[in-house]
């Protein structure tokens, strides 16, 4: 078995696993049985009377254990294999079968940890590198349309369409129940569920806002302006960089979240330096939202940065835009 279709081998049980949880725990007994095997492999190779001891060995406690067979014998009958396990296998599965092959087959190789993208590909100069390739072929096969409403560009040039509908959904916030488009419920909320197993508990302080209060919090802000002695036109264009305009909110539309933690609860820039921020912005796009308004990109949404505003573009082009670092405004101009 050569390194390299061993490592195809390896690529493509760390791809099954992540089409889904379904996938994940026939994923991890893949890459235990390739590790297992190549182990044998490069043993034999080396010590091949040796090997052929192992390999007898291993045959006999297979035909003589019943675990041959994925049956359990419990009292009262027996239970498949399957209706035995209750725990879940996820990501972190997968990466500890891969910490337990170090030394065995990938001496000088990163190996993945769980919070890494299983994307990502081991190369051999011990860096976790992306194939761009495999990237690069992914995007080409992606067709973006301009009316997918999880791709709508709201901002000052691009207000809200007078005909486009939605459904709202309820969703608990901070401040009790609130709404936000009914479609995007699932993913933020198994978002929120993973950060909590990860011992982060995200908090939403702001979700759908209906005309009326975006017209409250706008004048709101250019009154406090005022009141430090702007002009209107000053208080104005000031406060359209901190909060949107009327008309041209993703709130209005049900698809931005403010986000925080239970420990940090002001939207400030402070917040990107939280635990709660950085882990947003590394698992966002895995959740189909990214971060909108990013640092350096001011100049191109207008708006000034916001690490708590996170906004839902459907997990194909949230996935682009954070690789490639692209506000919605650079995705527009490039894919669609």
């Known amino acids: 078995m050569e390194n390299k279709s061993?490592?195809?081998?390896?690529?493509?049980?760390?791809?099954?696993?992540?089409?889904?949880?379904?996938?994940?725990?026939?994923?991890?007994?893949?890459?235990?049985?390739?590790?297992?095997?190549?182990?044998?492999?490069?043993?034999?190779?080396?010590?091949t009377r040796r090997f052929a001891c192992v390999i007898f060995i291993l045959c006999c406690f297979v035909t003589a254990n019943s675990f041959a067979f994925p049956v359990f014998y419990e009292e009262g009958g027996f239970v498949s294999a399957q209706e035995k396990a209750e725990t879940r296998a996820d990501t972190a599965d997968i990466a500890s079968a891969l910490v337990q092959a170090k030394g065995a087959g990938l001496q000088g190789e990163t190996i993945v940890d769980g919070n890494t993208p299983l994307s990502k590909e081991v190369e051999e100069n011990g860096e976790v590198k992306k194939d761009n390739s495999d990237r690069q072929d992914q995007?080409?096969?992606?067709?973006?349309?301009?009316?997918?409403?999880?791709?709508?560009?709201?901002?000052?040039?691009?207000?809200?369409?007078?005909?486009?509908?939605?459904?709202?959904?309820?969703?608990?916030?901070?401040?009790?129940?609130?709404?936000?488009?009914?479609?995007?419920?699932?993913?933020?909320?198994?978002m929120i569920q993973d950060a909590g197993d990860e011992g982060i508990n995200l908090a939403i302080c702001s979700p759908y806002r209906d005309m009326n209060r975006q017209k409250v919090l706008f004048n709101r802000k250019i009154k406090t302006y005022m009141a430090s002695d702007?002009?209107?036109?000053?208080?104005?264009?000031?406060?359209?960089?901190?909060?949107?305009?009327?008309?041209?909110?993703?709130?209005?539309?049900?698809?931005?979240?403010?986000?925080?933690?239970?420990?940090?609860?002001?939207?400030?820039?402070?917040?990107?330096?939280?635990?709660?921020?950085?882990?947003?912005?590394?698992?966002?796009?895995?959740?189909?939202?990214?971060?909108?308004?990013?640092?350096?990109?001011?100049?191109?949404?207008?708006?000034?940065?916001?690490?708590?505003?996170?906004?839902?573009?459907g997990k194909e082009a949230a996935g682009i835009m954070m690789e490639e670092g692209l506000c919605l405004e650079e995705f527009w101009e490039k894919y669609l």
Not at 18 to 35: E, F, N
Not at 175 to 188: A, F, S, V
């Open 6 to 47: 061993y490592k195809k081998i390896i690529r493509f049980f760390i791809d099954m696993g992540r089409r889904g949880r379904l996938w994940r725990i026939p994923a991890v007994a893949g890459l235990a049985v390739s590790m297992f095997m190549y182990q044998l492999y490069e043993h034999g190779r080396k010590k």
């Open 139 to 190: 995007k080409e096969q992606i067709v973006f349309d301009k009316d997918d409403w999880r791709l709508m560009l709201i901002n000052k040039q691009h207000p809200i369409p007078a005909d486009y509908s939605f459904t709202l959904g309820p969703i608990k916030t901070m401040k009790g129940t609130m709404k936000c488009d009914e479609r995007i419920i699932e993913d933020l909320l198994s």
């Open 230 to 313: 702007m002009t209107y036109m000053e208080a104005y264009k000031l406060a359209s960089q901190t909060v949107t305009v009327p008309g041209a909110s993703e709130h209005q539309v049900g698809l931005a979240i403010d986000i925080v933690a239970d420990y940090y609860l002001n939207l400030d820039e402070g917040f990107a330096e939280t635990e709660a921020g950085i882990w947003l912005v590394e698992n966002c796009a895995e959740y189909g939202f990214v971060l909108r308004y990013p640092k350096g990109k001011e100049y191109i949404t207008s708006i000034e940065f916001e690490p708590w505003h996170f906004r839902y573009v």
